[in-house]
């Protein structure tokens, strides 16, 4: 198996992009990461996106951005792990080069959610969850997260606003993010006093509805000094992939995300690391509840002490384990099958030191982690900056 | 690069399964198939699936899936590249089992398409055009491909009865297919005389719309001998990816499949074999011209002389290249996510000797391909039972 190295990033700002069309977001990210990485060609084109289809009436979408970002001929393949779909790709995107069966691969991320009405938008993003066992229900993605984050408050007696810590520094850092939807602080009060959507959830808990598209270069790490342009190489430590149910019904305890538990202690172990080591962690803020959940689960905070973790003050870029460092998909946004690869644009332009005024002291190892559903497919990359 | 193995194969019938559902489907291919490696778990599984969103309100299948067949916790990713999405989800298992980043792999392909109206199918089938470019102008799948025949029968001057032999023998070969959604002879003036559907195409040139499920499980090439129960060892020598431009006016000749070309070719170059090697093709007759097109890209007729091939008898059972060999598209069905892996199941049912009544005398060396959109992603895979 051949080491994996990412040698170009690329991004769209993310937000309310009606001036752009579904492809002309791909090409916009695989241009520019093309360009980082001083490549005019490619092997493969790997796409992670949710909802082409339901929303923009197309499928079949990456074999229709490799003709339109000027690739005709090369492989290209769609992947569909919903809120994880970019991640998904990602993860092809590395069996391609570390097989041998590609040399330079592109994975992209793309999404575009705004061009729909509201409902319809929701509707899509309760494609993730069970259709027969809980959409026929009348669930939708924001009411199974309202119900997690009622079980916790309960379980931990954990008042609501404990959770503040998370939106408040998602916010902070979006403003040194000139790609961030909401590039705006937010105080505790504001976060408390929001308009609620789902209780306990209120808007400040809830990621956005929103376009983008990112994208990033592999090639293999003993190659990579061909590529980049002299930036520094970020080598792909570990890359895995795990599931769980996607019903939260059918889980013996739905406060503890198996998938996050199982994939996380994997990559470390691929890796030789233990959480400790890990410098600062992207993980999938979808809701605050998710980030909670996903810091317990892989091994950052005991059950039930994940709150305590925000409110410590460890959480920001300054703290002993930085996240959302670039402002997270509560506050960068989280167009859905394009937050994989955005996680890993940030984490890499971290290693890299090119995270301007979020740039962390401390930056060798970094974590991203991309959750599908309300927890059932959960991928984490762990990225190292080559010296 | 570690060479791979099919040791498992599975399969649903094709039809208009009604009482079976998404995930009951994708349970009976698979777990067949896994009955045939003798497994009883697997590292990861892949997923071929084009339209489970829009026509059942599911994405996020393969976890489902993974969950439903009894391995949850493992990987799991659905992928989709239009009608092409089976063999896409073939050669993601294939990196993964390569790189070795997993051991054993199921690759599924799983499509419903008769829970909806007919008019929402052909709207389905219509995401595998360009959204903007064709289907906003009316265009449906069918309309593309009778611009297509219309072109060929002008361009070359042949006679619409001329593509008679393509259906006759699809339908002639799925009596042998107890899978076969279309079990029945048709006569040459049957052909001739069924109702049109869209000029020239009439109902005989068109593949079904159908449900179905089928499966394969990968190993490593050096491993394969510790699954399959003694059965015949199958091995992937080659699998290629290439791709045109989704919109058929974008092509300078629409009537050479590029795609087809370019990956059929790189395929016999990897497996170190011509045209002439290959002793049989489960080639993707969704509709006639199809059958012409991708014969002619790939090597076995000259342009224009494609139903010349079918008029001499080649592609029957005991001809030099034996096509479609268990019905094809045409008869067996063409459940689209899911076909990619129906053919690969058949090719190693033949390579296997487990064709029954439709067992060829020589079959060491198969070739499938798997076709989407109008030629815009096209994968070919040659296979080879070990001695």
Redesign the interface.
């Known amino acids: 198996?051949?080491d994996v190295a990412i040698v170009g990033i690329g991004q769209t700002p993310v937000g309310e992009l009606w001036d752009k069309?579904l492809?002309h977001l791909g090409h916009d990210a695989i241009v520019a990461a093309m360009q980082d990485a001083g490549i005019e060609t490619a092997d493969?084109l790997y796409v992670g996106n949710?909802?082409s289809?339901?929303l923009?009436?197309?499928?079949?979408?990456?074999?229709?951005l490799?003709?339109f970002v000027g690739l005709?001929?090369?492989?290209?393949?769609?992947?569909?792990?919903?809120c994880a779909s970019g991640a998904?790709a990602m993860?092809?995107g590395?069996?391609?080069v570390?097989?041998?069966?590609a040399d330079v691969v592109i994975v992209a991320g793309v999404e575009k959610m705004t061009d729909t009405l509201p409902h319809e938008t929701t509707a899509g993003l309760?494609?993730?969850?069970?259709?027969?066992y809980e959409?026929a229900e009348g669930a939708t993605f924001l009411a199974l997260n309202a119900m997690l984050m009622r079980r916790y408050m309960y379980e931990y007696r954990v008042p609501h606003s404990a959770f503040a810590p998370f939106p408040v520094n998602a916010h902070k850092n979006a403003q040194g993010n000139p790609n961030a939807m909401f590039p705006m602080a937010i105080s505790v009060e504001r976060y408390i006093n929001a308009p609620v959507v789902a209780p306990p959830i209120n808007v400040m808990d809830s990621s956005p509805i929103c376009d983008g598209a990112a994208a990033v270069v592999l090639v293999p790490a003993d190659r990579a000094k061909e590529y980049g342009q002299g930036k520094r190489i970020v080598r792909v430590a570990a890359?895995?992939?795990?599931?769980?149910?996607?019903a939260v019904h059918?889980r013996r305890d739905p406060l503890f995300l198996?998938?996050a538990y199982?994939s996380s202690h994997r990559a470390y172990t691929l890796a030789g690391l233990t959480p400790k080591d890990i410098d600062f962690f992207e993980l999938h803020d979808a809701f605050s509840i998710m980030s909670v959940l996903s810091l317990e689960a892989c091994g950052f905070a005991p059950r039930g002490q994940g709150t305590a973790l925000g409110e410590s003050g460890a959480i920001a870029l300054d703290g002993e384990l930085p996240i959302t460092t670039m402002g997270g998909l509560k506050a960068r946004g989280h167009p859905v099958g394009a937050t994989g690869i955005y996680q890993i644009v940030e984490v890499v332009q971290q290693l890299r030191g090119e995270a301007g005024t979020n740039q962390l002291k401390h930056a060798h190892v970094g974590m991203a982690q991309n959750i599908?559903?309300s927890g059932?497919?959960i991928i984490t990359h762990i990225l190292v900056g080559e010296d």
Chains 1, 2 share one sequence.
Do not use: C, F, N, P
């Open positions: 198996m051949r069309s492809r493969a949710m909802l289809g339901e923009g009436g197309q499928e079949h979408l990456a074999t229709l490799a003709d005709r001929g090369i492989e290209a393949a769609k992947i569909e792990a919903a998904a993860r092809v590395i069996m391609a570390a097989s041998g069966m309760a494609l993730a969850a069970d259709q027969e959409v890359s895995v992939s795990a599931t769980d149910t996607l059918d198996e998938a199982l599908g559903g059932a497919t």
